[in-house]
């Protein structure tokens, strides 16, 4: 690969992981209704997607140190601000609270209505990463299963796709583990891996850049393919890949997501490069682990300004966040990346 095309596809990848973070945000600040549903639907996908595109094997401890450590650090601030919260509204800790009911939420489904408290929302996500890195080729144990990572993809999604025929429910001891969410995440790690391995255009099969109006019939394509993905996804339902609720058919969820997400990619093909948007790109880890605390604060600042619980209320906070972690984002990169993952 080129220079040239190196950098072109750093910048869409900064782009993309850019706009993810803050759908993330987004979704948990409280949107609601079609846009929730169209975000829910590809953004925790796309983000594997893209890690299948940059992976690259490295030791299994390696992998665990840069992921567990932040999951500590980031886990151990939210537990502060909570304590902090609960000592302005009640007066007081409940410390045994605390010890015997924030474990679960790190390794499987912790609903907050059942009285678990989560430390680092998001959490799931990470975890399930550093498993599929596992697989995909970090644990030289998993060679075989790395080498023909396309056919374990294959089989995941099958069984993810007659899983309800075989299961009453989504929810169960096993299926609430992230464990199990392997099984739905891995395909598309596996597809961003196929793709560059195959030295293919991950912004899609429109790859090319024709002035108009000979790209004219090549943009209407696009424009009705995404339209064509949002009705797909909207029929469908909400779909909360952490709690494996993929609504109402499994395989509309993966084609779904796989169509929004290149879009999404291929849209971000035609941005150029900047500053903010490549440290937010760094950082999305980070943003992860401390959005939760964001989104209180910025929630009680808009309620002085009368705006919080209104349909922008979520697209201000997600903004916000980004900003607030603009110079955080910095500073760790050059003392503490491995809070970034790195």
Not at 38 to 57: D, E
Not at 58 to 67: F, S
Not at 179 to 206: D, H, N, T
């Amino acid at each position: 690969m080129s220079s040239c095309a190196e950098k072109e596809r750093v910048v869409w990848i900064d782009w993309a992981k850019a706009l993810l973070i803050y759908f993330v945000v987004v979704g948990h600040a409280g949107c609601k209704d079609n846009v929730q549903i169209i975000l829910y639907a590809f953004h925790m996908p796309a983000f594997f997607v893209i890690s299948g595109y940059l992976y690259r094997p490295r030791q299994c401890l390696k992998t665990i140190k840069c992921l567990v450590i932040p999951i500590i650090i980031y886990s151990t601030v939210n537990l502060v601000f909570k304590f902090a919260l609960d000592m302005t509204r009640h007066g007081c800790i409940d410390l045994f609270h605390y010890a015997t009911m924030s474990w679960r939420a790190f390794y499987a489904v912790a609903w907050g209505k059942d009285g678990y408290v989560t430390l680092f929302v998001g959490v799931w996500f990470v975890v399930v990463l550093a498993l599929c890195r596992c697989l995909m080729g970090d644990v030289k144990y998993f060679k075989f299963i790395s080498q023909h990572y396309i056919e374990l993809a294959l089989l995941m999604m099958l069984w993810m796709v007659c899983e309800k025929h075989i299961f009453p429910t989504n929810s169960s001891d096993i299926q609430d583990m992230y464990l199990y969410r392997v099984l739905s995440c891995f395909p598309f790690m596996a597809l961003g891996k196929f793709i560059k391995e195959q030295q293919l255009q991950l912004v899609g099969f429109m790859s090319y850049k024709l002035p108009p109006p000979k790209n004219l019939q090549g943009t209407l394509s696009k424009i009705l393919i995404l339209i064509l993905g949002i009705i797909v996804v909207l029929d469908n339902g909400l779909v909360y890949v952490w709690s494996n609720d993929y609504g109402d058919n499994t395989f509309v969820f993966f084609t779904g997501a796989i169509i929004l997400s290149f879009s999404l990619f291929k849209a971000c093909n035609y941005l150029k490069a900047n500053m903010f948007i490549k440290t937010i790109s760094n950082g999305t880890l980070m943003i992860l682990g401390v959005h939760s605390i964001t989104i209180v604060v910025f929630h009680n600042a808009l309620e002085l300004c009368h705006i919080a619980n209104t349909s922008i209320e979520p697209w201000i906070v997600g903004l916000l966040t980004m900003f607030v972690c603009y110079y955080p984002i910095q500073w760790l990169s050059l003392k503490f990346p491995i809070l970034l993952g790195k």
